[in-house]
């Protein structure tokens, strides 16, 4: 069953566009390009219908291993850094690669926390300067349920069944946005042109993670 989920999601990516910008094996993100199916809330306004977009793919294959007894506070501690330092690789692609250019906004949906409920994962994204709010469908709630039971399909195939807890009912999936200006504001080289690791670490906001 997990091998064909496993090609199921090779399909689903192939078919969406979704890339590797990095190499890196902390790297948690894939990517792709699309345009906003409906308008996307950022802390700074709002990315209008149909606006290119950069969409975030979590990397099923990096994402920490969850122990047999759910999320700990060590594995919390690892995807918090991992999730920071991906930050700091995609600001230095965009600036780089022609691919990323041009794009409105950065963010994506994730079944990892529902909106509002206070979860450490849901405050590693706010802290990281995304808007998060609850995931709506254009087509409705009927699309939902069927975007949440693949999502929860996808975290039984890679965690090996030691999925988030609350079960395929209690599962919301959540919109994570930023827009692409405060995205490089925040994370982006002072000169634009694509710093270090090492010289982000020092001028940019993510030196809060490195001290976790």
């Given at each position: 069953m997990r091998f064909v989920i496993h090609t199921i999601d090779r399909l689903v990516r192939r078919r969406k566009g979704v890339f590797e910008f990095c190499d890196e094996p902390d790297c948690i993100f894939r990517v792709s390009i699309e345009t906003a199916p409906c308008p996307l809330r950022v802390p700074d306004g709002e990315i209008p219908v149909g606006a290119r977009v950069?969409?975030?793919h979590f990397w099923n294959e990096h994402m920490p291993p969850i122990p047999p007894t759910g999320p700990s506070l060590s594995w919390a501690v690892k995807f918090h850094r991992m999730v920071a330092v991906s930050t700091e690789y995609l600001a230095r692609a965009m600036e780089n690669d022609?691919?990323?250019?041009?794009v409105k906004a950065v963010g994506g949906v994730t079944p990892l926390f529902t909106a509002g409920d206070g979860s450490a994962a849901e405050g590693i994204f706010t802290r990281l300067g995304f808007a998060v709010s609850p995931h709506r469908n254009p087509l409705g709630r009927f699309m939902e349920f069927w975007?949440?039971?693949?999502a929860?399909?996808?975290?039984w195939a890679f965690t090996g069944g030691n999925q988030n807890r609350r079960g395929l009912r209690g599962l919301r999936r959540s919109d994570f946005w930023i827009s692409a200006d405060q995205f490089l504001r925040l994370y982006g080289s002072p000169s634009g042109k694509g710093a270090t690791g090492g010289d982000r670490a020092r001028h940019g906001p993510n030196r809060w993670w490195r001290q976790a």
């Open positions: 950069l969409v975030l022609p691919r990323l250019a041009g975007e949440e039971v693949y929860w399909l996808l975290m």
